[in-house]
């Protein structure tokens, strides 16, 4: 009723003798090549549905991989273009302020004038007080009177000076006046602030004189305080009243007033020439 074989043991002695002599066949003269080939084409499904598990998880483990290595690049790039982009904004701003320093320069040497580069470092809020505060005082030579200047014309005049800073009025302001005189015919008149940083008023022409939109105007010299020949400003309109005493005409100044930051206090050498020739002139006084 039940088959009777070899037992257990003999079974595997057989198996393994089988083995050693097909490895030694196949180790001499290659006779199981072509029968290894088929019985890795039969057994490939196998092994595929084995490994697949496998693959699939590595897949995905490279998936995420990578897309956590590309979040991470991607938020250091827009890290680094939020840094790249505040530093082209520094760079702009020292750019313009490059500009606005040859500018100066450029002025420094038309002027022919030692002179001084002083920064703006406060306005007063007043509307009615054209008034600048700058950064250098009498440590750095500067005096009360002073002429102040920007790349293009005449700013105003230093008013107070302290140490280490000093106070600027504009040309602008109601309470300051200039002496000055059209380009075009020499004409000498005074230019007077109005209150408004855009505009000064001519109140003292001649109802006869010949000034037209758009003549140039200097300073004059006659003060004292302003060497002859610096741009003030540019006449916009004449306004002529039949009967009144003078002419008014209204000119727009030619110094950037609201926007500059960097101011030029002169030391003429005109100036100190004529206090020189003056003090020389003047007898000594006897004790």
Known sequence: MFLVGPSATVRLAIAVLLSLTMLGMEYRE???????????????????LV???????????????????????????????????????????????????????????????????????????????????INKGSQAGVYQGQPALDANAVMGQVVQVNPWDSTVLLITDSEHSLPVQISRTGLRTIAVGTGKIDSLRLPFLPNNSDVREGDRITTSGLAGQFPAGYPVATVNSVQRKPGAPFTEALATPDAQLDRSREILLVWSNRLEDADNGEQAARPEETP
């Open 30 to 48: 290659r006779h199981l090549s072509g029968f290894r080939s088929l019985l890795a084409t039969i057994t490939y499904p196998l092994v595929y």
């Open 51 to 133: 490994e697949l598990p496998y693959r699939v998880s590595e897949a995905l483990s490279h998936g995420l991989a990578s897309h956590r290595a590309l979040l991470a690049d991607n938020q250091h790039l827009f890290e680094e273009n939020l840094r790249l982009r505040a530093r082209l904004l520094s760079f702009d701003a020292l750019e313009k302020e490059n500009m606005r320093l040859r500018a100066l320069l450029d002025s420094s040497f038309k002027i022919g004038d030692n002179v001084l580069i002083s920064e703006l470092i406060h306005v007063d809020l007043d509307p009615y007080r054209h008034h600048i505060q």
